[in-house]
């Protein structure tokens, strides 16, 4: 199975660090969007998109990636999974997975799982007190992220 994690990690390492506890689960490449055509991700069997929330959302940088990606043909199926560090957990009005796997599902990606974990958020008006979540993400949730990489891996036939 080829497999490629598309990584978006600006503020302190920590989704980053999430993709590079998958990457050897799934023997995957991670890159950043900048660093990768957007037609490349054709050539894989399974794709990760990949940043930190700010505010309620994805990275404009993997969004504007996810968006210039080509449509593909319904005929070729694609797997993809989604992943977030967050300072805070997905929960009502700040659910931001479904508008990324309502972008995937656009490109012809179907989103097999999601994963998320608190990561360290410098955002304000935290930034003064040295922010919430400091040391996160941490070995527990590290050890997640591979637990799902294996969960993912288990559920690709390909």
């Known amino acids: 199975m080829k497999t490629l994690i598309v990584c978006t990690s600006v503020s302190h390492g920590n989704t980053k660090r999430i993709a590079d506890a998958m990457a050897p689960t799934l023997d995957a490449h991670v890159v950043s969007p900048q660093d ?12 990760g998109f990949g940043s930190g929330i700010f ?20 005929e070729v199926p694609r797997h993809s999974f989604a992943f977030a560090t967050s300072g ?7 659910r931001f997975f479904p508008p990324l796997v309502k972008a995937l599902r656009l490109k012809g990606f179907e989103t097999i799982d999601t994963f998320s974990c608190r990561g360290w958020d410098t955002f304000l008006p935290f930034k003064p007190f040295g922010g919430i979540r400091k040391g996160r993400p941490d070995a527990g949730d ?3 992220a591979r637990a799902f990489a294996q969960r993912l891996r288990s ?4």
């Open 36 to 47: 990768i055509a957007p037609t490349e991700p054709a050539r894989y069997d399974l794709v």
């Open 55 to 74: 505010t309620r959302s994805f990275h404009p940088a993997l969004r504007g990636f996810i968006e210039g990606l080509p449509q593909e043909p319904d």
């Open 88 to 94: 805070f957990a997905e929960a009502g009005p700040q």
């Open 142 to 144: 590290l050890e997640l």
């Open 155 to 158: 559920r690709i036939d390909v």
